[in-house]
């Protein structure tokens, strides 16, 4: 059984890579960020009482399976209600900084020039791009894989699908975005 200190631990472990899941799937900041809560309610609520070693996989598929649920609700909102105000202007707010993730020691990024600074945060702004252009279903393959670090067995799991499938997903996905980053002069 997880105590309440590890189940806190784990939660405060995944919290910024769940957001930027949820970020890149939902593309909005808010929901994502109120998707991420609600995941984080219901495994607290529903399997606080679960060993430790089981909390990663659980909290994968609630929080896969509260996305699936938030873009239900957005459907049916949209079918009822049309609401244009949600057709109009784009979020452009980037208040969430992927970089922060790939943080350096301390002695390389304080030697790292100006230029080479601002060639990597451009790589990683069209790396992220490119993600969010992938299929719903290979963007969440690829993130499970190489953001989640999850093997194969898990992300099916999370998933909800075969290890074919995730295996079919991820080589696509990878191969899509070869492909979209050599396009734009990027070498992998």
């Not at 994968?60 to 509260?66: E, G, H, K, S, V």
């Not at 909800?160 to 975005?177: D, W, Y």
Request: net charge negative; charged share 30%; proline share 2%.
């Amino acid at each position: 059984m997880a105590s309440e200190k590890e189940l806190s631990d784990f939660l405060a472990s995944v919290e910024k890579r769940a957001f930027k899941r949820s970020l890149y799937h939902v593309r909005d900041d808010e929901a994502a960020l109120d998707i991420v809560q609600e995941s984080m309610m219901k495994l607290a609520e529903n399997y606080g009482d679960k060993p430790a070693n089981e909390l990663p996989m659980l909290f994968q598929r609630i929080l896969a399976n509260t996305t699936l649920d938030w873009f239900r609700r957005k459907k049916t909102r949209q079918a009822l209600f049309s609401n244009f105000n949600d057709f109009g202007g784009s979020n452009e707010d980037e208040s969430f900084d992927l970089l922060e993730f790939l943080e350096t020691n301390n002695t390389s990024s304080a030697t790292e020039s100006a230029q080479d600074g601002f060639a990597r945060t451009q790589t990683v702004r069209e790396i992220e791009s490119e993600i969010q252009k992938l299929p719903g279903r290979q963007r969440e393959a690829f993130l499970l894989r190489y953001w989640e670090e999850l093997d194969v067995a898990e992300t099916a799991a999370a998933m909800g699908c075969s290890e074919g499938s995730v295996k079919t997903h991820c080589s696509r996905a990878i191969q899509a975005l070869y492909k979209a980053l050599i396009a734009k002069g990027i070498q992998p």
